[in-house]
Each structure stands twice: as C-alpha cells, then as structure tokens.
Nanobody, 125 residues
Framework: QVQLVESGGGLVQAGGSLILSCAAS??????MAWFRQAPGKEREFVAA????????YYGEFVEGRFTIYRDNGKNTVDLQMNRLKPEDTAVYSC????????????????????WGQGTQVTVSS
C-alpha cells in the first residue's frame, strides 16, 4: 500500500497558477494520477503519469493548461496548473497504482488502490 499526502491547494484568481504536490511513501513502482471532485459532481480524471515519467495522459478539459511530472528520487508527483478557470474549483486528490509495468498510464479510478485525502483548489472569477 502507498501512503499519499497532497499539498499546494488554495485560492487563486481566474487566469492564475497553482502547483499541487503529492508525496508518496510505502510503495515501490507505481503509476500515479490526479483526480478532482467538484461539489455535486462525480470525481473525474485530471492527469496520469507512468512510473518512468515518460508517459502522461490528460483529461480532455485540461486543453494544455496542466502538466503532471514526478521526481522518483523525492517520491513526489506534482501537477502544475496554469490559466485556471472558476470551473476548475474542486478537491484534487492524487492516487497510486502499484505496477511492474513502468510505462503504463491509467485514467480509470477503479484501477487505483491508494488515495490521498485531497486538497481544495478554489478559483475565483
């Protein structure tokens, strides 16, 4: 099991930027992802990255505004979010999936077995 702790959320104006960070411990090789859940809505996929860091995948709404990257030496996965919109307001959670395949990226929630507690991102108009 992988333990995950997110940080970096907060309040930002529309058009601004935030960096979310996810610190992982207790695992070996694992693919990672960010998901988000807005009030009254289902949780949705944001971005995923392979263990190697060579492969990434994004939700359609991202439209080039977000970048996911990882530092396996520090056991962190970050999400750089630019040009934020009010509709990006949500609780953002990171998730981990242990995998021997170092190149796999996964966007389905049910594939992930470890989740962080989430961090709130609020974008004001």
């Amino acid at each position: 099991q992988v333990q995950l702790v997110e940080s970096g959320g907060g309040l930002v104006q529309a058009g601004g930027s935030l960096i979310l960070s996810c610190a992982a411990s207790g695992g070996t090789r694992y693919a990672m992802a960010w998901f988000r859940q807005a009030p009254g809505k289902e949780r949705e996929f944001v971005a995923a990255i392979s263990w190697s860091g060579d492969n990434t995948y994004y939700g359609e709404f991202v439209e080039g505004r977000f970048t996911i990257y990882r530092d396996n030496g520090k056991n962190t996965v970050d999400l750089q979010m630019n040009r934020l919109k009010p509709e990006d307001t949500a609780v953002y959670s990171c998730a981990a999936r242990i995998s021997e395949n170092t190149e796999i990226v996964v966007s389905e929630q049910y594939e992930y077995h470890s989740w962080g507690q989430g961090t709130q991102v609020t974008v004001s108009s």
